[in-house]
């Protein structure tokens, strides 16, 4: 084993959720994905069924990920780590979804992965400001419109869901 792989970042299984379709890879970063696909957000049994599948076989050809990170619409029940409806979609607009339940299904079919699961928005002011236009900035605010309209903040480099892995 070299220093470079002794060095490497932790391979991570990312889902974000949004309104018309959901994106699935796995890597370290956006400059490392080995593995990744787009699915049309339908119904929830359907469209995470898609996902598992995805992920069963990329698994399957390059090993398990350190983690799951899943950015999903919402709103989404972050409020208590200990509810059994933490990870679940609250009342939205998407028929169908009110009630699905991401942890649930994802604890399920990997047992044994941690995972991190927070807003769309949340996550994607973390990608800015990890890869993109907020790099070296310890807070910022992201805001967005698409099929919804929302904003993630991140403060003095602390975010309230995402942690190290």
């Known amino acids: ?16 959720a949004g309104g018309t379709k959901v994106l699935c890879a796995i890597g370290s970063g956006p400059d490392d994905l080995i593995a990744q696909r787009r699915i049309p957000t339908t119904s929830p049994a359907e469209t995470m069924g898609e996902i598992v599948s995805f992920f069963r076989k990329t698994f399957r ?18 409020r208590d780590e200990n509810s059994s409806s933490y990870g679940s979609i609250m009342r939205t607009p998407k028929p169908s979804w ?20 927070d807003t769309d928005v949340n996550g994607a002011a973390l990608g800015e400001q990890t890869w993109g236009a907020g790099k070296g900035l310890d807070s910022l605010v992201y805001i967005t419109v698409g099929t919804g309209i929302g904003g993630g903040v991140i403060a003095g480099d602390r975010h309230p869901h995402i942690q190290e892995i």
């Open 1 to 16: 084993m070299t220093a470079a792989n002794c060095m490497q970042a932790p391979r991570i299984a990312a889902i974000e």
């Open 61 to 78: 050809e390059h090993g398990m990920p350190q983690a799951f990170g899943v950015v999903t619409f919402g709103p989404v029940d972050l």
């Open 98 to 117: 009110e009630g699905a339940n991401w942890l649930t299904l994802l604890r399920e079919a990997f047992p044994g992965v941690p995972l991190i699961i």
